[in-house]
């Protein structure tokens, strides 16, 4: 079974330029979260979709972050400008009925 | 209150010895304590789980040991070996419904085994 596949596995950008992260889930998988890992912290829930909508995005920084899963499979992860606190690794999971399962994450380097 | 806080930060220690990583919750109303490992340029996998339920749970060389009214659970590893040397974070949420993957995170512990 395929796992949690993520693009790009690394992005370099400069400051107030947009990027974009995608992630493709297990199949079948009707959850799919979107994680934020600093540099040698946990990481933190930014949004969770049950299909193709967001039940739980109180984490997410509207003001420059969106997120979208059309047809509640594949799902894209934007920000628009990006700053240099940005930098981190974003990760992706989904899961079925239990536990996720975590994709090996975008990291974002911000300069 | 959604907190869970992770010590120790590092640990080392010598192949076939012990690992002991311990966490702290303070919502009560999380019901389902996973460890994840993850090692560098990897995404967490998980490690073992438990529900409050229980004081302990074994899975080979893993245990969780869970104590509900302390509000603290640790992960020990036995006869550790060098292939263990990564980063374990323990994690937290209520099991009901989709709500598995709302975790919250601990800081991480960065384990290093040496032969």
């Known amino acids: 079974e395929a796992g949690v596949v993520q693009s790009p596995r690394y992005k370099i950008i400069e400051k107030k330029q947009p990027v974009a992260f995608w992630c493709n889930p297990i199949?079948?998988?009707?959850?799919l979260y979107w994680y934020r890992q600093n540099l040698g912290q946990g990481p933190e829930l930014l949004i969770r979709y049950e299909n193709e909508e967001a039940v739980d995005d109180s984490q997410l920084p509207k003001d420059r972050f969106s997120a979208e899963r059309l047809k509640g499979v594949d799902s894209t992860l934007k920000i628009q400008p990006a700053e240099l606190g940005d930098s981190a690794v974003y990760l992706c999971a989904s899961s079925g009925n239990g536990r996720p399962y975590f994709g090996p994450g975008t990291r974002l380097l911000v300069l | 209150q959604q907190q869970v806080k992770q010590s120790p930060q590092s640990l080392i220690v010598q192949k076939g010895g012990i690992s002991i990583i311990n966490c702290a919750y303070e919502n009560t109303a999380f019901d389902y304590f996973p460890w994840y490992q993850q090692f560098p340029g990897k995404g967490p996998a998980l490690l073992i789980a438990i529900r409050p339920d229980v004081s302990e749970k074994k899975e080979g060389r893993f245990t969780i040991s869970f104590n509900k009214s302390a509000k603290q659970f640790s992960l020990h590893i036995m006869d550790s070996q060098p292939g263990d040397s990564a980063t374990y974070f323990c994690?937290?949420?209520?099991?009901?419904?989709?709500?598995?993957?709302?975790?919250?995170f601990g800081q991480g512990t960065i384990l290093t085994v040496h032969p």
């Open positions: 199949s079948g998988h009707n959850t």
């Open positions: 994690a937290a949420s209520t099991a009901g419904g989709t709500s598995y993957g709302k975790l919250t």
